[in-house]
């Protein structure tokens, strides 16, 4: 693993981002895939992708189904599809393994490889070097950014959807578990754009209403020349400050993008907000980073 100076953390606190290549070897990000594989391969299809409806009524009952099954899965490994991939009986109009867009959001707690690469020393490491005192994992996300289809990610801020008070105690981290390149969708970020908070939130509904959660505030027009490109290299890990401004675009490639991601939030003297759509169950209480 590649040293971390402190003028590289200096950097992350002035940008809101920090590429770090070859964090992890090819071997770990193998493991990673092999493993994701596995996981496909037991999946079975959620019973919300397979209703056929007739009525309005029907369609609602199923957006519910969808809604819920997304709420719900912070303590559960869970797939989430792209769009057009299954027929209405929920058969796959593609192979399963080239329909998915993420799993999540818990592969960090539950699964071995996942939970051993997010508690890895170097991981650890690299908290105590940024400071962090109570770390906790909040949500992991495998992604696939399918070739052809693997769809875009509009600008937006974690903490829109990853809420706390204070803000600025949300960090992503994201490794690369192939090359990711301008053509098959790589990170862009607005450098600098971490400093003056965030202008939208999604925030869950009261209970009973049509939809689980809801926007809150707008996000501003972004001017695209503010963008720059981050391709990173297999096995590379981009740190991502809660509120920097990073969007991706779609992958136009016949190459995928799979990347592994999770959030961890700094837990001393910070509060969760009780209106993100993630909360912390009694089956899963938010883990310490560091073991």
Not at 279 to 284: G, S, V
Request: net charge negative.
């Amino acid at each position: 693993m590649a040293f971390v100076s402190q003028q590289q953390i200096q950097k992350f606190r002035e940008d809101g981002f920090l590429v770090l290549e070859d964090f992890f070897t090819a071997e770990e990000c193998d493991r990673m895939r092999s493993q994701i594989q596995r996981i496909i391969a037991e999946m079975e299809v959620p019973p919300h992708c397979r209703t056929e409806f007739s009525t309005k009524e029907e369609e609602q009952l199923q957006a519910q189904g969808s809604s819920d099954y997304f709420l719900t899965s912070g303590d559960k490994i869970r797939f989430f599809f792209e769009k057009g991939v299954l027929d209405e009986r929920g058969n796959f109009l593609i192979p399963k393994e080239k329909s998915i867009s993420k799993i999540g959001h818990a592969l960090h707690a539950y699964d071995p490889v996942f939970k051993q690469v997010t508690h890895s020393s170097k991981v650890q490491e690299l908290g105590r070097k940024l400071g962090l005192e109570r770390p906790v994992v909040v949500q992991s996300m495998y992604i696939f950014k399918q070739p052809g289809i693997g769809g875009e990610v509009t600008p937006h801020q974690d903490a829109t959807f990853l809420h706390t008070e204070p803000l600025g105690r949300v960090l992503g981290f994201w490794i690369a578990l192939e090359d990711a390149t301008q053509e098959n969708g790589c990170l862009w970020f607005i450098p600098g754009s971490h400093t003056s908070g965030i202008t939208r939130r999604m925030v869950r509904t009261a209970p009973g209403t049509s939809t689980c959660v809801e926007f809150v505030g707008s996000e501003p027009a972004y001017d695209d020349s503010q963008f720059i490109p981050l391709p990173t290299r297999k096995g590379g890990l981009i740190l991502i400050h809660g509120e920097v401004v990073h969007k991706s675009e779609l992958n136009s490639s016949a190459s995928s993008r799979h990347v592994f991601t999770f959030h961890v939030m700094e837990a001393k003297d910070t509060s969760w907000s009780k209106e993100n759509w993630l909360q912390p169950t009694p089956e899963l209480p938010f883990p310490s980073l560091y073991t």
